[in-house]
C-alpha cells in the first residue's frame, strides 16, 4: 500500500482518533503510544489535513485584516457647533 493508498482510507473517525492518540499519548483503548508512534501519527495527520482547504486544518489561524492595527471598530465623529 502506497501512501495514497493509506490517506484514502483514512475515514474522519479515524483521523480524529489519530488527533486524539496525539493529545493523549493513548490509544482509545488505553494503551500508551510507544516508538514512532506519535511521530507516525504526526505525519498522518499533517497528511491527512494537507488535502483539506486550508482554513479547515488543524491549527488554522485566520489572517488579520491589518498587519499592525488593533481591530476597533469605527466611531462616527461627533461634529460640535459653536
Do not use: N
Not at 19 to 33: C, F, H, Q, S, T
Not at 62 to 71: F, G, Q, R, W, Y
Not at 72 to 77: D, G, I, M, R
Amino acid at each position: 500500500m502506497d501512501l495514497k493508498q493509506l490517506l484514502d482510507s483514512i475515514t474522519p473517525e479515524v483521523y480524529e482518533s489519530l488527533k486524539r492518540a496525539i493529545e493523549v499519548g493513548k490509544w482509545p483503548d488505553g494503551r500508551v503510544l510507544i516508538g514512532g508512534q506519535k511521530e507516525l501519527c504526526i505525519q498522518a495527520v499533517i497528511a491527512y489535513d494537507e488535502r483539506k482547504p486550508a482554513d479547515q486544518r488543524t491549527g488554522y489561524v485566520p489572517p488579520k485584516t491589518t498587519a499592525c492595527a488593533p481591530e476597533v471598530p469605527e466611531e462616527t465623529p461627533i461634529k460640535w457647533k459653536i
